[in-house]
Structures are given as structure tokens and as C-alpha cells.
Nanobody, 124 residues
Framework: QVQLVESGGGLVQAGGSLRLSCAAS????????MGWFRQAPGMERERVAV????????SYADSVKGRFTISRDDAKNTMYLQMNSLRPEDTAVYYC?????????????????WGQGTQVTVSS
């Protein structure tokens, strides 16, 4: 059984930083594409960053480029999202996701397994 468990969310002031973690069990994170998505109230779930399986190729939403970094620790079977220079518009529930293929899709529909989400709130 695949489980993804996010942690690291919280309340931070604008300009601050947070690091989200996604611990996986039941599958090897390095073998499949994984990603971070977020959903604000009343909005569609959107891609934040994705990382290809069996490699380190990454892609980011334009709104987070240069501020967020997705990474993976294969030894810990854990994925991370380092978020710097946070803005109030980054406020959302952040989800980690794992695909069944190694190519990273920018669409949420390309991911089969999802965590429960972690709230990130950025105050102005």
C-alpha cells in the first residue's frame, strides 16, 4: 500500500521560508515522477513543481520559479519542497503526489497517489 505523508506546513510571514517534506512508503520515490501541487480555497489544484523519476529533471510553475526548489533524498525515500521568499498568494494546502511512470506530468491527473495535504499560510 502506497502512503505519502506531508509535513512542514505552517504559518509564516511574507518573505519567510518553509520546507515541506513528503515521506513515502510502499514505493521507491526515485523510480517514479513526483510532484508538489497546491490548492487555495475556491481554486483549482495547480502544479507547483515536479521531478522526474530516475533522474533529477525538474520543472516549476512560473509563479514559484527562483523561489521554490523541489528535491528528493533517495536514501530517505523522501521528497522536499524548499520555499523561500514566500508571498501571501502562496497560501494554500500543499499536496505531494506520485505517478506510476517516470515522466513528470504538469497535470494533477497524471498522478495516482496523493498525500493528505499540509496547510501553508503566509501573512502579509
Amino acid at each position: 500500500q502506497v502512503q505519502l505523508v506531508e509535513s512542514g506546513g505552517g504559518l509564516v510571514q511574507a518573505g519567510g521560508s518553509l520546507r515541506l517534506s513528503c515521506a513515502a512508503s510502499g514505493r521507491t520515490v526515485s523510480s517514479y515522477a513526483m510532484g508538489w501541487f497546491r490548492q487555495a480555497p475556491g481554486m483549482e489544484r495547480e502544479r507547483v513543481a515536479v521531478i522526474r523519476g530516475s533522474g533529477r529533471s525538474t520543472s516549476y510553475a512560473d509563479s514559484v520559479k527562483g523561489r521554490f526548489t523541489i528535491s528528493r533524498d533517495d536514501a530517505k525515500n523522501t521528497m522536499y519542497l524548499q520555499m523561500n521568499s514566500l508571498r501571501p498568494e502562496d497560501t494554500a494546502v500543499y499536496y505531494c503526489a506520485s505517478a506510476t511512470v517516470y515522466l513528470a506530468s504538469p497535470q494533477a491527473s497524471g498522478y495516482k497517489y496523493w498525500g493528505q495535504g499540509t496547510q501553508v499560510t503566509v501573512s502579509s
